[in-house]
């Protein structure tokens, strides 16, 4: 086991990675902003080449031992983790809130989550399967370990897309070294650093750098799988990236959510729900609504009690305690946002609610905004904004809705609202998504599948399915005939 003394979990504490369960700092650094003061909080290492292959070599010394240890020292140790990260659940929260941005209730649920799943994940395994048995012959099937995993990992839930893939590789039997987003560096190098006494050094690395770091680990010669979870845009790289080699792959990327609002909602009731289906995390969700279509016999009042609500929310610091909302994660990303308010008012579109950027706001703050019915065509309909821009459209005819929600190379998620189960059935399994959620949104499990449809992603995350994205499949057949061979 690595000797690793236990690091405080503060945001004025050192950043270091973790290398072949060593703490590795480096002279150059990255600075980490707290994006409600566009403040440097603090520094992180960069990763060097060098320093990705002594991390992956690393990863690869320690497979095969990691890989033949019994099922349940791994889950153990994965429950071990989970433990682990409850020890320092508040402090996690604190670091969380710094660097991403994200209020204190958003913090909790995903520091929470990242437990849950450590501990759940750890209750997994991948039987082996008898396919045939008689007295002639045995066909099993069973799952093999790929080897050294590289985990990708974006800025809006940090930890939780980190867990997702470091429980289910380690389970498997696969070692991992992890990057996380440059933005988001922080608690993923915490955490990283902070089980290592629970690994056998070299199982579980972090590399902290900057998007290149991305692109050498997507093309490294000797790593077998790439987990990664971010742009559909930066996806496609990747994919490419690791065809040289052949990696396998599982992408989670962007989405353009609908929700789809039938004529017999109550929408005072409704309204809450759908502000918080799309701004959820300050918007940066990739399940967030992000074009809601409401029935025309009720969008007038749906949009002005979604007004109302949304004049009730407080956005500000996610430290303060009265704050629901917090800024734009980094400053690209403010910048992107800004694009869609600029479009908008270039092309006349209503603002039922906000519109106005202050740009001299301390932090990457942008206000509520909600849009009133733009075009189908328009950019905020079109694309992911991934801020808190959020467009209200007009629907009248079932099937034109169904078919305007299915209009986007996107297949992430989709919700469907109303009182009549039955249509809001019919319309949900007409919708093209991983995850379709009827009357509620957001609800995860670590056995409930998460997949992508068309180009939000490839491969699946989280259930046994998820599982099986970090194996290889074996069959192992024999001739028992004792004179088959002689
Ligand atoms: P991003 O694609 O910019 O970056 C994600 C990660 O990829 C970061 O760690 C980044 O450093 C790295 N990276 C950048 N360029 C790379 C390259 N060429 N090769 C390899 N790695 C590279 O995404 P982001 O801005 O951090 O996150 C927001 C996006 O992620 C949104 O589109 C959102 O919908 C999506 N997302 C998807 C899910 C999901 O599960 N489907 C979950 C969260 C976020």
């Not at 941005?101 to 008898?130: C, D, H, N, Y």
């Not at 987990?227 to 962007?254: C, D, I, P």
Request: hydrophobic fraction near 45%.
């Amino acid at each position: 086991m690595a000797t690793v003394s236990v690091p405080r979990v503060s945001v004025d504490s050192e950043f270091v990675m973790t290398i072949a369960g060593k703490r590795v700092s480096t002279n150059e650094t990255l600075a980490v902003f707290n994006p409600a003061t566009r403040q440097v909080v603090a520094n992180v290492p960069v990763a060097s080449q060098v320093l990705l292959d002594e991390a992956v070599a690393a990863a690869r010394a320690a497979f095969n031992e990691w890989s033949t240890n019994a099922l349940t020292d791994r889950q153990q140790a994965v429950a071990a983790m989970g433990d682990r990260l409850a020890e320092h659940a508040e402090d996690f929260m604190a670091l969380l809130t710094i660097e991403q941005g994200k209020p204190k209730a958003m913090a909790e649920w995903e520091v929470l989550g990242s437990i849950a799943w450590f501990r759940e994940i750890a209750t997994q395994s991948l039987a082996s399967e008898t396919v045939q048995e008689t007295r002639e012959r045995l066909v099993i099937s069973r799952h093999t370990p790929l080897g050294v995993v590289g985990a990708i990992v974006p800025w809006n839930f940090p930890i939780l897309l980190a867990v997702w893939k470091i429980a289910p590789a380690l389970v498997t039997g696969n070692t991992i070294v992890v990057k996380p987003s440059p933005f988001t560096p922080l608690c993923d190098l915490k955490l990283v650093e902070l089980v290592q006494d629970l690994l056998p050094a070299g199982v579980l690395s972090a590399v902290s750098g900057g998007d290149d770091l991305g692109r050498w680990i997507t093309a490294h010669r000797d790593i077998d799988k790439i987990a990664f979870t971010g742009s559909t845009e930066t996806g496609k790289h990747v994919m490419a990236s690791a065809a040289g080699t052949l990696k396998r792959l599982t992408l989670e990327l962007g989405g353009n959510d609908p929700a789809i609002v039938l004529d017999d909602v109550d929408p005072q009731t409704v309204a809450p729900k759908l502000f918080w289906a799309a701004f959820q995390n300050n918007a940066q969700f990739c399940n967030a609504a992000k074009r809601i279509y409401v029935h025309d016999n009720v969008y007038d009042q749906v949009r002005d009690a979604m007004v109302a609500y949304a004049r009730t929310v407080t956005v500000g610091d996610g430290a303060s305690p009265e704050t629901q909302l917090g800024p734009i994660q980094n400053e690209p990303q403010y910048r992107k946002v800004l694009e869609y308010f600029a479009d908008c008012h270039a092309n006349g579109h209503v603002f039922a609610l906000g519109g106005m950027v202050d740009r001299d706001a301390v932090g990457w703050f942008v206000p509520v905004t909600l849009v009133d019915d733009p075009p189908e065509d328009s950019r905020l309909v079109a694309e992911e904004p991934f801020g808190p821009i959020l467009p209200l459209l007009r629907w009248h005819d079932e099937a034109d809705v169904i078919a305007r929600a299915n209009a986007t190379p996107w297949g992430l998620g989709a919700s469907v609202w109303g009182r009549d189960l039955e249509r809001v059935g019919r319309i949900g399994r007409q919708l093209e998504a991983g995850t379709v959620w009827l009357n509620e949104i957001h609800e995860y499990s670590p056995h409930q599948v998460f997949a992508g449809h068309k180009q939000s992603g490839i491969g699946a995350e989280n259930s046994l399915y998820g599982l099986v994205e970090y194996t290889n499949h074996q069959t192992i057949t024999l001739n028992k005939a004792r004179d088959a061979v002689a």
